[in-house]
């Protein structure tokens, strides 16, 4: 069975500091796809980004970068120099070709006092 | 290029109504999902289609919730009668078949805000 883990429930800093969300996976499929959603206060979730199983390189983009270790099935998100903007609710999921849905994480909320 | 759009975007209804919400995926997309947020429960899958045709709906709460996609470019779901813990925020989604070198993301809609009192 497929099983999304987000140890982290809430999180807060402050404004310019660096964050890091842990996602944690299971899945028996060798063939997956990783994804980080935003939900900020508006409510709409936002893709960010997907890794695909097979392809371990790390990504950044801008302040965002996320780190895949296929090792410790871990696909986590760091924030460079946080801003207020960047205050949401982050879902990890996972879609494996055994459930074509995404499986969801319990998600991260974070806080960025200014 | 439009994404998922749902209807209504906000709606209060009374216990014992029918409440019918829609979808229209993206275009070209083959499957389409329907989830539920609640604080309690988080986000949770109710039923996914693949080309029109119901995949896996075990995720639906009980025989008060219904969904159907009679062609590619619209769904519903639909609950009857409603309760009040049937008040969440239902997400419509979209998105390619994985696994064929293509853009696989699941895109959502903005979500239909269900009240029920």
């Known amino acids: 069975a497929q099983k999304v883990t987000q140890a982290q429930t809430e999180i807060s800093v402050v404004e310019k500091e660096d964050v890091t969300l842990d996602c944690v996976y299971e899945?028996?499929?060798?063939?997956?796809?990783l994804f980080w959603y935003k939900q900020p206060p508006s409510g709409e979730l936002v893709f960010l980004i997907r890794r695909n199983s097979f392809d371990e390189q790390n990504e950044i983009s801008g302040r965002y970068s996320w780190n895949f270790q296929k090792s410790t099935s871990s696909f986590n998100f760091t924030i460079t120099a946080s801003q207020v903007v960047d205050s949401a609710v982050y879902f990890c999921a996972l879609r494996d070709t055994g459930r074509r849905a995404l499986t969801f994480g319990s998600g991260t909320r974070l806080q960025v006092q200014p | 290029d439009a994404g998922v759009i749902q209807s209504p975007r906000h709606e209060v209804t009374e216990m014992g109504q029918e409440v019918t919400l829609r979808c229209k995926p993206i275009s070209g997309h083959d499957y389409l999902f329907w989830y539920r947020q609640t604080m309690m429960r988080g986000l949770e899958l109710l039923i996914y289609f693949n080309n029109n045709v119901p995949i896996d709906d075990s995720g639906m709460p009980e025989d008060r919730f219904s969904a159907k996609m009679p062609n590619a470019s619209f769904s519903t779901l639909k609950i009857q009668p409603s309760e009040p813990r049937d008040s969440a925020v239902y997400f419509c989604a979209s998105s390619l078949t994985p696994g064929q070198g293509l853009d696989n993301t699941i895109y959502f809609g903005e979500g239909s805000w269900l009240t029920v009192v």
């Open positions: 899945t028996r499929d060798t063939t997956y796809y």
